[in-house]
C-alpha cells in the first residue's frame, strides 16, 4: 500500500482495514447482483419484447399483464413480497429450494431480474414498433422468413434506437439495488449502514459509498457511450 | 457602536437569566415502539418504563418536558441539530457513542438473550458446535458488538434494522438463533409459539444512560442529581416493579 494512502488510513477513525474490507465486499455484491440481474433480465426480456409486440392477445396478453404488473408496483415491495413471502409458504424449508432462497442474495436476485426484465421488454418492444416500415419490407422482398428477418433486420435495427433508453435503464437498476440492504444483504449500502451505526458518523460512511456508486456510474456512461458510437457508426459523417 | 453592543449583550444574558430561574422546557426523545420501555397504549398515549421514569425524572429537575418520536436511526443526528434535548430510548453507552455525546450515569441495564425455535439444542457458548450456524442480530446494538467481535469469523451474522423483520426470518428458519435485548425477545420471540430461551442471558457493556449534547454539561449534571434521587427514594423502584420481574437498576 502506497505510504500517503496508508497514513491517510491512520489519521481517521473510520477508514481502518477492516471498514474497507466491508465496503469491498459489499462492492463486490452490489456489482454481482447488478450484473447479473442484468443480464438475465436482458436475455428474458428479448423473447418476451417479440411476444409483445405478436398481434395476437395470447400471445401479447401475458406478456402485457407481466410488464404491467412489474412496472406497476414499487421494486421495494416486490423484493419484501419475494423475500419475506416465499419463507411463509408452508413446507419450503424442506425442498431444495430453500438452499437457493434461504440466504439474501438469490431473492434479490430474483426481485431485480423480473423488475429490470419488465422495463427493457417495453423499451426494446418499442424499439422494434418503431421499425421504418421500409426495412421490414425491403426484407420481405427479399424473401426473408419472419426469423431471419427479426435477426438481421429488426433487431440490430431496434437495438440502435433502445441502447440510449437502455442505459438509463442499466444506472437506475444499480441505483435501484440500494435497496438489496433492506433484506439484509451486505451491498455498498449495506455496508455503509453497518460502518454508520458502528462509528455514528453518516456523513463520512455516506458520503464515501455515494462516491463509489457515481464512481460505478462513471463506468457505466463510459462504456454505454462506446457502445453507441460502435452501433451508431453509420449514422456518423464521413470526414473528409 | 461598541456601547451598542455592550449593552445589547448585557440585555442578553439578563434574558438568559430570567429565563433559567423560570421552569425549563426539555424536549426527549424516544424510538417507539419498544416495549415495554415506551410504546403506545391503547389510547395512543406514549408510556412505559423509560417514559415514566423522564416524567418522574422531569418533576425531580421542575422541567416543562415535550416528548418526541424519533426513528432509531436519526437519534444521534436529531440530537445534535437541537430537534430535541435528551435521548431516554434505551441508548447504551458506548465509547463510539461517547464520542458524539454526552452521558449521565447508567439507568438501567438488560442484558442480551439467545432465543431459537424448539428444535434447537446447541450450546450457544460452544464455538466449535456455533461454527457455520447464521445469528441474527439488530444492527448497531451492544449484542452486534459482541456477537461481531466474539463470534465474528465463526457463524454468519446477519444484521436487521428492525426487531420484527428479524423475527419474521426467525420464523421462516433463515436464521438458527437470535441473540436481541432480553426484554424485546422475550416480547416478540417468546410470545410466538414454538420458540425458547437458550443459554444465558450475557450482561453487556455499561447500560443505558440519557443522552444529551457534549456542550450541556450542566443538564447532565441535574439529570444525574434527579436519577440519584429517584433510585433512593423508591420512585425508581415502583416503577421498575411495573414493567419487570426482574431487577435491571443499575
Redesign the interface.
Given at each position: 500500500m502506497p505510504d500517503f494512502i496508508a497514513e491517510l488510513l491512520n489519521r481517521n477513525d473510520i477508514f481502518t482495514a477492516s471498514t474497507i474490507m466491508e465496503y469491498w465486499g459489499g462492492l463486490v455484491t452490489t456489482v454481482q447482483l447488478v450484473f447479473l440481474s442484468l443480464v438475465l433480465g436482458l436475455v428474458i426480456a428479448i423473447p418476451l419484447a417479440i411476444m409483445r409486440t405478436s398481434k395476437n392477445p395470447l400471445i401479447n396478453g401475458p406478456v402485457w399483464f407481466y410488464t404491467y404488473l412489474f412496472r406497476g408496483t414499487p421494486l421495494l415491495i416486490q423484493l419484501y413480497i419475494i423475500y419475506?413471502g416465499l419463507?411463509?409458504i408452508e413446507g419450503i424449508?424442506q425442498t431444495f429450494w430453500?438452499e437457493i432462497f434461504?440466504?439474501?442474495f438469490y431473492p434479490a436476485l430474483l426481485a431485480f431480474t423480473l423488475n429490470t426484465a419488465a422495463y427493457t421488454t417495453e423499451i426494446i418492444r418499442g424499439a422494434i414498433v418503431a421499425t421504418p416500415s421500409g426495412e421490414i419490407e425491403a426484407a420481405k422482398a427479399y424473401g426473408m422468413s419472419w426469423a431471419l428477418r427479426m435477426r438481421r433486420i429488426i433487431l440490430p435495427s431496434a437495438a440502435r434506437r433502445g441502447v440510449q433508453a437502455y442505459s438509463n435503464e442499466v444506472i437506475f437498476m444499480l441505483h435501484a439495488s440500494a435497496i438489496a440492504s433492506?433484506v439484509?444483504l451486505?451491498d455498498l449500502t449495506g455496508a455503509a449502514?453497518?460502518i454508520y451505526?458502528?462509528?455514528?458518523a453518516?456523513f463520512d460512511a455516506f458520503i464515501f459509498v455515494a462516491l463509489v456508486y457515481m464512481a460505478l456510474t462513471f463506468i457505466l456512461v463510459f462504456a454505454f457511450r462506446k457502445l453507441e458510437n460502435y452501433l451508431l457508426q453509420h449514422q456518423r459523417p464521413v470526414s473528409g | 457602536m461598541r456601547k451598542l453592543i455592550v449593552a445589547a449583550s448585557v440585555a442578553l444574558a439578563m434574558m438568559a437569566g430570567v429565563a433559567h430561574a423560570q421552569e425549563r422546557n426539555l424536549r426527549i426523545a424516544f424510538d417507539v415502539p419498544y416495549e415495554p420501555f415506551e410504546y403506545k397504549d391503547e389510547n395512543g398515549d406514549l408510556t412505559g418504563f423509560e417514559v415514566e421514569l423522564a416524567e418522574a425524572m422531569c418533576e425531580e429537575m421542575n422541567a416543562n418536558c415535550e416528548f418526541v418520536i424519533q426513528a432509531w436511526d436519526g437519534m444521534i443526528p436529531g440530537l445534535l441539530a437541537r430537534k430535541f434535548d435528551l435521548i431516554m430510548s434505551s441508548m447504551s453507552i458506548t465509547p463510539e457513542r461517547a464520542e458524539q455525546v454526552l452521558f449521565s450515569e447508567p439507568y438501567y441495564n438488560t442484558p442480551g438473550g439467545w432465543f431459537a425455535p424448539e428444535d434447537f439444542n446447541t450450546d450457544v457458548t460452544d464455538m466449535e458446535a456455533m461454527e457455520g450456524m447464521t445469528v441474527g442480530v439488530q444492527r448497531g446494538t451492544t449484542m452486534d458488538t459482541f456477537v461481531t467481535e466474539e463470534m465474528g469469523g465463526v457463524v454468519s451474522i446477519k444484521r436487521y434494522t428492525t426487531a420484527d423483520d428479524m423475527v419474521l426470518d426467525l420464523e421462516g428458519q433463515r436464521l438458527d438463533v437470535v441473540f436481541v435485548d432480553y426484554p424485546v425477545g422475550e416480547q416478540t420471540v417468546l410470545s410466538k409459539e414454538g420458540f425458547k430461551e437458550v443459554g444465558e442471558p450475557v450482561k453487556l457493556g455499561q447500560g443505558v444512560g440519557v443522552a444529551m449534547r457534549k456542550r450541556d454539561k450542566e443538564l447532565a449534571e441535574e439529570v444525574n442529581d434527579a436519577l440519584a434521587t429517584l433510585k433512593e427514594n423508591g420512585t425508581y423502584d415502583t416503577i421498575m416493579e411495573k414493567y419487570f420481574a426482574y431487577d435491571v437498576k443499575m
Open positions: 419475506y419463507a411463509q424449508q430453500w434461504r440466504g439474501a433492506v439484509t451486505v449502514r453497518n451505526s458502528r462509528f455514528y453518516p | -
